[in-house]
């Protein structure tokens, strides 16, 4: 596939995707790290560009010889610092897992509790995400958001848990129901 392809996927260049689509271009292609378009556009948040890939038929769950796939692209993206919500519910409503493990176990949710996104996190707690999964270590999201201090993680993440049943020491109550947590982010929005 030619450099040109990845370089508009990268860039957002929806137009040009298109165009090479019609003439012809393997949305399933990967470049050099064994990424799609898809995963690239997704990881600079590109909504354009992913819904274009999405129209002509990319595989929302591909994945890297690593495990990335779009939406953990998506999730949290380290060089900006931020995740894309807007295309993780893009890549959900097409199918995505968003549960799916990249290396040592980490899911979307750990990679934006990690980074500190608390919109990427409660809309991934809203729609499903496991909230319980560990890694590899045993890590949670709530841990990995722990380290760093990200109060608005830990607040949304504690009370995802609470609603599941999960105590202060970190144990499950039998006495209580089991829900699918619904969380709403009351904390001031950062700026990222």
Same mark, same amino acid.
């Given at each position: 596939?030619?450099q040109?392809?990845f370089?508009?996927? $990268?860039?957002g260049?929806?137009?040009?995707? @298109?165009?090479?689509?019609?003439? &012809?271009?393997?949305?399933a292609a #990967?470049?050099?790290a064994?990424?799609?378009?898809l995963m690239?556009?997704?990881?600079h &948040?590109?909504?354009?560009?992913v819904l !274009?890939?999405?129209?002509?038929?990319?595989?929302?769950?591909a994945?890297?010889?690593q495990?990335w796939?779009a %939406?953990? @692209?998506?999730?949290?993206?380290g060089?900006?610092? $931020?995740?894309y919500?807007e295309?993780?519910?893009?890549l959900?409503k097409?199918?995505?897992?968003?549960?799916?493990?990249?290396?040592f176990?980490?899911?979307?949710?750990?990679?934006? #509790?990690?980074? &500190?996104?608390a919109?990427?996190?409660e809309?991934?707690?809203n729609? &499903?995400?496991?909230?319980l999964?560990?890694?590899?270590?045993?890590?949670?999201?709530?841990?990995m958001?722990?380290? $760093?201090?990200y109060?608005?993680v830990?607040?949304?993440?504690?009370?995802?848990? $609470?609603q599941l049943?999960? !105590?202060?020491?970190g144990?499950?109550?039998?006495?209580k129901? %089991? %829900? @699918?947590?619904?969380?709403v982010?009351?904390? @001031?929005? !950062?700026?990222?």
């Open positions: 596939m030619s040109e392809w370089d508009a996927a $990268r860039a260049n929806a137009a040009a995707l @298109k165009s090479q689509l019609d003439a &012809g271009a393997d949305h #990967a470049d050099e064994g990424e799609t378009a690239l556009a997704a990881h &948040g590109h909504l354009a560009a !274009t890939l999405i129209a002509a038929g990319a595989d929302v769950n994945a890297s010889p495990g796939t %939406v953990a @692209k998506a999730a949290y993206n060089e900006t610092e $931020r995740g919500v295309v993780v519910e893009a959900h097409a199918g995505a897992n968003l549960d799916a493990r990249i290396f176990g980490i899911t979307p949710l750990m990679l934006a #509790a990690g980074g &500190g996104d919109t990427v996190v809309w991934l707690i729609n &499903g995400a496991d909230v999964a560990a890694n590899e270590g045993g890590r949670t999201a709530r841990m958001a722990n380290d $760093r201090f109060v608005d830990i607040n949304l993440l504690t009370e995802a848990e $609470r049943g999960v !105590t202060e020491e144990t499950c109550s039998s006495t129901s %089991v %829900v @699918k947590p619904q969380v982010n009351l904390m @001031k929005p !950062t700026s990222h």
